[in-house]
């Protein structure tokens, strides 16, 4: 049978029998969104967004929560809250979405990439062991597609230089490292809630930690500077690390509205039910990965307890699939035309990636010393960049809310793509 890229018949008619949509609302969801509209209050600590956020810290596992614009505006937040700036480094893993990076710049620290785990796709500890110097200040680790940053090895990292950890879980809503959520493990987590993501209000952004001194930090700095009414830091008591000057802290305005609020609602009640169907799915999908050789699932660590992804991600191995030949690109498209749902690469590694340039932008140039270390060339990532242009293939999370005969779909484009092989050579 001849490949759809070649004229063939599909594996899937996606026009007449389309994947499952994403986003995902209800009546319910309308109707929240009515109730907004009607009492006029839209924006600013309204009764959706206090519901809301009691809901997701209880969710999460820990005792505080904060709302924002978005999840480039929580990281910069949590740098923010923690006093990191003007010569601090941050180490970050090198292949992620670049806001991780870019939030590092806007407070005037320096981003220091490092490589990644070529089974997870997520920070390798050894490297961030190497990095740490004596103007370290925070690690930030990416729970990367499928997969958490192995966080025992960081959080015993962070305990042994003092150093603060910001978990970007923009990719992991509801996975769990040993029974605890995503956002719990570290300092401070960072979620966002762009429309692609699995909890999603269009945009917006939470932060998530269970130091109320910090807490306070971070709503006043989404808030243009004002304390959450009623609170106190425990500084003012006598103790606290990172508490507030009085009542005064310099920010600006990154609240989310109300609107959104009311549909992260009831997002959230169909979030477990969700995250158990991709995670079958997902599981359908490693097994019947490994018995196809040149193909191979992402490491299922097993103190992951609990999988939310972002996107499906799976390793492509172009020198051993269908006997070599095949690049990774043409194996991209090759499955999308079977399926009729996109499959690419992952990120572009930082350190050579079309929408990171800290070097066009002026700003950024407070002294000469500060500009070279921000160029992101000089550093090496041959892990992350093999992975990007050789090895990846990922495909958008709505694919895993199939049911189990759709992931047999799957697997039989890639075992189709491997019997033509010679076809795409």
């Known amino acids: ?17 389309p994947w499952p949509q994403w986003p995902v609302s209800t009546a319910e969801d309308e109707e929240r969104l009515l109730q907004v509209l009607r009492s006029g209050v839209w ?4 009764p959706m967004e206090t519901e809301f956020l009691s809901k997701w810290a209880q969710f999460v596992g820990t005792d505080y929560a904060v709302a924002a614009a978005n ?4 990281m910069q937040l949590a740098l923010e809250a923690l006093d990191i700036g003007w010569g601090d480094e941050v180490i970050m893993p090198g292949l992620t979405w670049q806001a991780t990076a870019a939030v590092a710049l806007d407070v005037n620290a320096v981003p220091v990439l490092v490589d990644v785990d070529p089974r997870t796709w997520c920070i390798d500890p050894a490297a961030v062991e190497a990095a740490i110097t004596p103007r370290t200040r925070a690690i930030m680790p990416v729970h990367l597609y499928g997969a958490m940053a192995d966080m025992d090895a960081i959080t015993a990292i962070a305990e042994k230089h003092h150093l603060a950890v910001i978990e970007d879980c923009a ?39 269970s130091d109320r001194d910090l807490w306070i930090r971070l709503d006043a700095l989404r808030n243009c500077g004002r304390r959450p009414e009623g609170a106190m830091p425990e500084a003012d008591k006598g103790g606290g690390r990172y508490s507030m000057d009085g009542d005064l802290i310099q920010s600006g305005n990154y609240r989310m509205t109300e609107f959104q609020a009311a549909i992260l609602i009831g997002a959230l009640e169909r979030l477990p039910e969700q995250t158990e169907r991709r995670a079958r799915s997902g599981k359908i999908l490693d097994d019947g990965l490994q018995e196809i050789p040149g193909v191979e699932p992402i490491f299922r660590d097993e103190r992951q307890t609990s ?5 499906y991600a799976f390793r492509y191995h172009p020198d051993e699939f269908a006997g070599g030949g095949v690049p ?11 399926l009729g749902i996109p499959f690419e690469s992952c990120y572009e590694p930082l350190n050579n990636c079309s929408l990171y340039r800290p070097l066009t ?7 000469d010393d500060h500009w070279a270390a921000i160029d992101p060339s000089r550093f090496s990532l041959p892990v992350c960049e093999k992975t990007f242009l050789d090895e990846s293939v990922t495909t958008h999370h709505k694919l895993l809310l199939g049911d189990d005969g759709e992931m047999t779909q799957v697997l039989e484009a890639i075992r189709k793509i491997e019997r033509q092989a010679d076809s795409l050579r």
Do not use: C
């Open 1 to 17: 049978m001849k490949l759809s890229i070649h004229g063939g018949k599909p594996v899937r008619d996606a026009k007449n029998r």
């Open 43 to 46: 924006s600013y600590n309204g």
């Open 71 to 74: 999840g480039t505006v929580t």
């Open 171 to 209: 990719h992991q809503h509801g996975s769990e490292w040993r029974g605890r959520k995503a956002g719990s493990l570290g300092t401070i987590g960072s979620f966002s809630l762009q429309l692609s993501k699995v909890l999603t209000a269009g945009e917006g952004g939470l932060l998530t930690t």
């Open 307 to 311: 999988h939310a992804y972002f996107n």
């Open 328 to 338: 990774a690109h043409v194996f991209h498209e090759a499955l999308t035309a079977e």
């Open 361 to 367: 932008k002026k700003r950024y140039r407070i002294s």
